[in-house]
């Protein structure tokens, strides 16, 4: 990618992701305004929890849309700047160039969510169920997310609260979000999609595997069966030999432990620690 | 209704700060190399090595005060190199200026050669030549063990086998019980025991055999998973807030050269540990067998220390607690620290706590020279 290519990427990712934003929240408000005509005309009983003036929380909604795409937007730009340093950044393929290519590249932002399918993917080496994936059950996930955000928005209204501004409101957007998304992975319908994704995806590569087993033996090459039994074999040697060697072993003279147990004691560290963050998450 | 909104001026200024934090971070970035992103940086040396096993022993950074070396033991996801990630977050360098005699092992990068390794292998193979060795080099018939999370399932698992060798054992974010994930039933908690629920044994193989190995990067997807929107944020708002300030962000870069660093997990040995212990349970039921042995629990005599986080998400407290009723003895402490899975490691209050508890644990049961 050149530098410019990045410029464009850059503001490309931010823009769709706005967009996405925008859309997924437009598409909770357009749930949300059926829901209300559904509810009014007695179609659909209230959800728990529903705000009785839904009104509110859609302009909630709208306000905290753009609140939120004016604060990509604006790390666009910035964003967008560093990426026309990148290729002058250091060579190398560690971890510093890693994480500078991740800053600055957006196909590697949108790993969060969808990392799986594409690992799936390229473990397959076929094509991405993402779509198909997305399409069944996630969509479904942000609608969701949407909704519960307008309905945090609605629970905020009142005398005295403190306005939000963007930063907070994706706070705010991203906890609901994130919440959803957890609460949708460990239901039933999440675990059987996915575990009907790994099934797609081996099957597809053992079945690639077979065709080029099939051709591997027409043409005499060494054949994954062929190397795996190597492997194998080589692995039982290595056991029989580590029993061999265990076995002529001399045993080490046992040191008896002496007096009784005490309470444990608590002590400091003996060195000052000048750590102030706690530890990340892999 | 809540008021949401920024006005034109604050969107400026925001944008402006973000600007000079770029400008800032960007320079930060430049100036750096790969070689100034380093890990595990303590001293030691190689002393034994079998396949690709590697037995290493750290040099003393004060006088000793226990004479039964201490092994650590990761397991087969992610890497040792966790305990020893920087010089002020490191339980590694804890230990050994409370003065302990510190072994640690890596288990190498296992490749699709490697897929036929079994636990059996790891477990009374190599742990058990590490054990030997050590015993050896020290003059002992014990050592200390301490088993951080798959690898303490490796420890416990040794001191049920081979009681008469191991001295003490402390335990690190450990699975025992894989089915307790449902005491708390947290959200956000225990998805991989969920997830690998949701799976046949029949998936598993077929997972395994399609790929030989489990891939390093599957398993982080997995992790990545359980913190969906943050996986997603990381490396754009969360990376902007900590970009301008050199010592978040070196901190920041080595935590992400261990994570890009997740070796592949050898095929028999992930279907054992996807099969016998997250779906069948069958450690903390004394049903699994290693080499034709089953492992008893209550061989588990010599003293224990457990060490587990509170706000484990991915090994759940109840999931480690539940050695207390299965160990052979009453000699049995829990240690319950702070934060996350990775936060005992390098979390700041962690640095206080969990060495000096270790090292005062060993120190209790350390048996006088002969």
Not at chain 1, 65 to 89: C, D, H, N, R, Y
Not at chain 1, 226 to 247: F, G, Q, S
Not at chain 2, 287 to 302: F, K, P, Q, S, T
Not at chain 2, 338 to 356: D, E, K, N, W
Request: aromatic share 8%.
């Amino acid at each position: 990618m050149t530098s410019l290519d990045y410029s464009k990427a850059f503001t490309d990712f931010w823009t769709a992701q706005g967009q996405a934003l925008m859309k997924a929240q437009e598409q909770a408000g357009t749930a949300l305004a059926e829901g209300m005509q559904a509810v009014t005309s007695g179609k659909l009983p209230m959800w728990p929890d529903m705000p009785a003036d839904l009104s509110a929380g859609s302009a909630d909604l709208a306000r905290a849309s753009k609140s939120i795409v004016e604060l990509w937007t604006a790390a666009t730009a910035v964003f967008g700047k560093l990426a026309t340093t990148v290729p002058a950044m250091p060579g190398g393929d560690g971890i510093v160039e890693a994480t500078v290519h991740r800053m600055v590249d957006p196909r590697s932002w949108v790993r969060g969510t969808g990392e799986m399918d594409e690992v799936l993917a390229r473990m397959a080496q076929g094509p991405r169920f993402a779509d198909l994936w997305e399409a069944a059950v996630m969509l479904e996930a942000w609608l969701q997310a949407g909704r519960r955000f307008t309905e945090q928005l609605a629970g905020r209204s009142g005398a005295g609260s403190k306005a939000l501004d963007a930063k907070e409101a994706l706070a705010l957007w991203t906890e609901t979000a994130n919440q959803q998304l957890l609460e949708t992975q460990r239901s039933e319908r999440f675990l059987q999609t996915q575990a009907e994704m790994i099934r797609a995806t081996t099957a597809l590569r053992t079945a690639q595997q077979e065709l080029v087993e099939h051709f591997g033996k027409q043409y005499g090459f060494p054949t994954r069966t062929e190397l795996d039994d190597v492997h194998r074999t080589v692995t039982e040697i290595r056991r029989e030999l580590r029993a061999m060697r265990r076995e002529r072993q001399v045993p080490v003279p046992v040191a008896r432990p002496t007096g009784s147990v005490k309470p444990l004691r608590m002590q400091r560290s003996t060195r000052p620690s000048n750590a102030r963050q706690e530890g990340k998450r892999p | 209704v809540t008021q949401i909104g920024s006005s034109p001026a604050t969107v400026f200024s925001d944008a402006a700060r973000l600007g000079t934090k770029m400008l800032t971070g960007g320079q930060l970035l430049h100036g750096l190399r790969d070689v100034d992103v380093q890990i595990a940086t303590t001293p030691k040396d190689l002393v034994w090595s079998q396949d690709k096993v590697s037995l290493f022993h750290y040099r003393p950074l004060a006088e000793k005060r226990v004479n039964v070396p201490l092994l650590i033991c990761y397991g087969l996801v992610g890497r040792w190199t966790m305990t020893d990630l920087q010089e002020d977050r490191s339980l590694v360098r804890n230990l050994l200026h409370l003065g302990l005699d510190l072994y640690v092992v890596d288990w190498g990068n296992p490749s699709r050669a490697d897929r036929y390794l079994t636990l059996d292998d790891y477990i009374l193979g190599y742990l058990d030549g590490c054990v030997a060795e050590i015993a050896r080099r020290a003059g002992v018939a014990k050592v200390n063990l301490l088993g951080v999370c798959e690898g303490g399932v490796f420890t416990t698992a040794f001191a049920a086998l081979e009681p008469e060798r191991v001295n003490t054992l402390t335990l690190t974010i450990t699975p025992i019980d894989f089915h307790a994930d449902t005491v708390e039933d947290r959200p956000g908690h225990g998805f991989i025991n969920i997830w690998a629920r949701s799976l046949s044994p029949e998936d598993v193989d077929r997972l395994i055999d399609a790929n030989g190995n489990l891939p390093g990067e599957f398993m982080g997807a997995i992790f990545n998973q359980m913190s969906p929107m943050r996986s997603l944020l990381k490396y754009n708002l969360d990376l902007l807030d900590i970009m301008d300030d050199e010592q978040r962000l070196m901190n920041w870069l080595r935590m992400e050269k261990w994570i890009a660093d997740r070796p592949d997990h050898p095929g028999e040995a992930a279907k054992q540990w996807m099969k016998d212990l997250y779906q069948q349970n069958k450690l903390v039921r004394n049903e699994w067998e290693l080499d034709a042995r089953r492992v008893d629990l209550g061989n588990i005599r010599m003293p224990v220390l457990n060490v587990y986080a509170k706000d484990d998400h991915i090994i759940p407290p109840a999931t480690s607690r539940a050695l207390a009723s299965k160990v052979g003895t009453s000699d049995y402490q829990e240690l319950a620290l702070a934060g996350g899975h990775i936060g005992v490691f390098v979390g700041a209050r962690s640095q206080t706590l969990f060495a000096p508890a270790v090292v005062s644990f060993v120190e209790q049961h350390d048996p006088p020279r002969a």
